[in-house]
């Protein structure tokens, strides 16, 4: 995987060794392998952890997990805590899109504030596959059947050549610890329920999807 990892960086030109990075690490395993990946590599890296205060304790032991993570690796950590619920209802969102826009500003906030060159998120393959079907079923032109973007502008998803099962398989034998966000699990949610429901099923019809839908 590590070197699967460096080569993907190398041959899309993602960033290089004396590029300044930001992690969006949420303590779950897909950005706990990220971050050790980068880590190994020997990439300069910061992390920024939000929490959305939407699951009581649950949040509070993400947090608590991230900054021991961040001891840990001896890597800089940034937190912030959203008031989800009160935003979403003044701007007229639901909570997941409250969520994004929060996270996304921030993010933007702290690239000026310190400098940094980018800003790195831990999608994967899989993620790649449900965007494209979150984006037929609300009805996209061609733009989005190109799935996630690998590099938007200062935006990197570095980890889109792996699947979720590939990175587990990775945090598994390095011995990773991770947090598990129960939310992801509730159908209730449009993408969890793509996600549960019908990747499933399409993977009977093809098992390599992942692969299949992915574009360098």
């Not at 699967?4 to 030109?13: G, H, L």
């Not at 993010?107 to 790649?128: P, S, V």
Request: proline share 2%.
């Amino acid at each position: 995987m590590l070197k699967r990892f460096e080569v993907n960086i190398t041959k899309n030109n993602l960033f290089n060794k004396k590029d300044k990075l930001l992690l969006a690490f949420s303590g779950g395993v897909d950005s706990v392998v990220l971050a050790d990946l980068l880590h190994k590599a020997g990439y300069t890296i910061e992390l920024a952890h939000c929490n959305f205060q939407l699951r009581g304790q649950e949040a509070k032991d993400d947090t608590a997990f991230c900054e021991s993570f961040a001891k840990t690796m001896n890597v800089p950590l940034h937190v912030i805590y959203f008031d989800t619920k009160t935003y979403a209802a003044e701007h007229k969102l639901s909570i997941q899109m409250a969520a994004r826009e929060l996270r996304y500003n921030w993010f933007k906030q702290l690239k000026a504030e310190h400098h940094f060159d980018y800003i790195l998120t831990a999608h994967h393959a899989n993620d790649n596959v449900e965007t494209l079907l979150v984006n037929l079923i609300r009805g996209t032109g061609i733009k989005g059947l190109q799935g996630v973007p690998e590099k938007q502008h200062f935006m990197v998803r570095p980890l889109l050549f792996a699947t979720k099962e590939e990175i587990r398989d990775y945090a598994l034998e390095h011995k990773l610890h991770c947090r598990e966000d129960s939310s992801n699990q509730e159908v209730k949610y449009k993408r969890n329920f793509i996600r549960h429901q019908i990747v499933p099923e399409l993977k009977k019809l093809n098992p390599a999807i992942e692969e299949t839908i992915h574009i360098n």
